[in-house]
């Protein structure tokens, strides 16, 4: 099956620093979404992006299917925006509708 | 205006009972998912249903049976609890998961506690 890995693993911020997360993909995907799971658990769907890029206030993504990889850049990075990021994908063909996630990238940001 | 909604939201029981969680989603979409997510936080498909159709079984214990009486419904049902089971179990949906380029919404989750 399909392999997402995620870095950095673990990443500390303080507040107003900048920060791109990155996720790498093994095989052609059709739906690519990134999550904000915040210390309450919910699941928030930041974007769906299987390709391009796409802007939402400080955050903003960018997905180049070509080449395997998107990116999740925080600008202005906020205490609110502690929490894991997951990055999950659709492949293309086979595998059926469902999405295969990464293992995470855990940001805390401090003041 | 909740879009997918889990209920209950926490549920604490002992090993070797019975016990159900429920979703609804008020979006009109045809396809319905069970994730789980573990200790360390992995996510990972149980199920997937489109229109009441199970479409996606993936290597899932038969103590687990999902149920969708309609295509807004999609229910869990456990049986034999075991501690291993203790997980945040997410609910979602998407307009048609056989077609390509479908956005999956998540519901709050339901953390299960196997004592």
């Known amino acids: 099956g399909i392999q997402v890995e995620q870095s950095p693993p673990d990443l500390i911020l303080q507040e107003g620093a900048n920060s791109t997360l990155r996720c790498n993909f093994s095989d052609s995907v059709n739906n690519l979404q990134w999550f904000h799971q915040n210390p309450w658990g919910q699941l928030i769907n930041l974007f769906y992006?299987?390709?391009g890029t796409k802007q939402n206030g400080r955050l903003s993504a960018t997905t180049v299917a070509t080449e395997r990889y998107s990116l999740l850049y925080i600008s202005s990075s906020q205490t609110t925006d502690s929490g894991v990021y997951f990055c999950?994908?659709?492949?293309?063909?086979?595998?059926?509708?469902?999405?295969?996630f990464g293992t995470g990238t855990q940001l805390k940001v401090e003041l | 205006d909740t879009a997918v909604s889990q209920t209950p939201k926490y549920l604490v029981t002992q090993m070797g009972n019975d016990k159900s969680i429920k979703c609804e989603q008020n979006l009109g979409h045809d396809t319905m998912y069970w994730y789980k997510q573990d200790s360390k936080k992995f996510l990972k498909i149980m199920f997937s249903?489109?229109?009441?159709?199970?479409?996606i079984n993936e290597t899932v214990p038969n103590r687990f049976s999902p149920k969708s009486p309609d295509k807004a419904h999609l229910n869990l049902h456990i049986n034999s609890l075991e501690l291993g089971d203790s997980a945040v179990y997410f609910c979602?949906?998407?307009?048609?998961?056989?077609?390509?380029?479908?956005?999956?919404?998540f519901g709050p989750g339901t953390r299960l506690t196997v004592l």
């Open positions: 979602a949906s998407s307009q048609d998961g056989r077609a390509p380029y479908n956005e999956q919404f």
């Open positions: 999950a994908c659709r492949i293309l063909t086979g595998g059926g509708n469902k999405l295969t």
């Open positions: 249903y489109n229109n009441k159709e199970l479409i």
């Open positions: 992006i299987p390709s």
